[in-house]
């Protein structure tokens, strides 16, 4: 989380765009809570000014200039991967760039490019 936030410069973690918890101690494991990359995202769904994007391939980008800070899109987020800073006043989603990654010191996330599976030729 200090990773996400230090990519930007800031400090602190209002700023996080990911959240990692603990899921009871280092042997039990950690819960990460991340964007989805939804392919049609609910966040931008009920988005009332197209503040957020959908990238193609999955997961949006914000316009922070459209955003009116409704909150809509955090309350519409299956998996509370919509974060919020309190400093901006707008939604922290999570862009994909893998910085938090190359910080992790447990190996916990990582950077993948999956493959969209064709479910119609199966």
């Known amino acids: 989380?200090?990773?996400?936030?230090?990519?930007?410069?800031?400090?602190?973690?209002?700023e996080s765009?990911?959240?990692?918890?603990?899921?009871?101690?280092?042997r039990k494991g950690f819960v990460v809570i991340?964007?989805?990359a939804c392919i049609s995202p609910?966040?931008?769904r009920v988005?009332?000014?197209?503040a957020l994007i959908e990238r193609e391939g999955g997961g949006v980008r914000l316009k922070a200039d459209l955003c009116i800070s409704c909150g809509n899109c955090v309350e519409a987020?299956?998996?509370g991967a919509v974060l919020w800073s309190h400093s901006t006043?707008?939604?922290?989603i999570c862009i994909y760039c893998g910085y938090c990654a190359d910080y992790c010191p447990y190996d916990v996330l990582a950077l993948e490019t999956i493959e969209e599976v064709d479910h119609a030729s199966e």
């Open 47 to 50: 988005c009332p000014t197209d």
């Open 89 to 92: 006043n707008k939604p922290q």
């Open 34 to 36: 991340v964007c989805r």
């Open 17 to 26: 765009c990911i959240h990692v918890r603990s899921a009871g101690g280092i």
């Open 1 to 14: 989380m200090f990773a996400c936030v230090r990519r930007t410069g800031s400090g602190g973690l209002d």
């Open 77 to 79: 987020c299956p998996f």
């Open 42 to 44: 609910p966040c931008a």
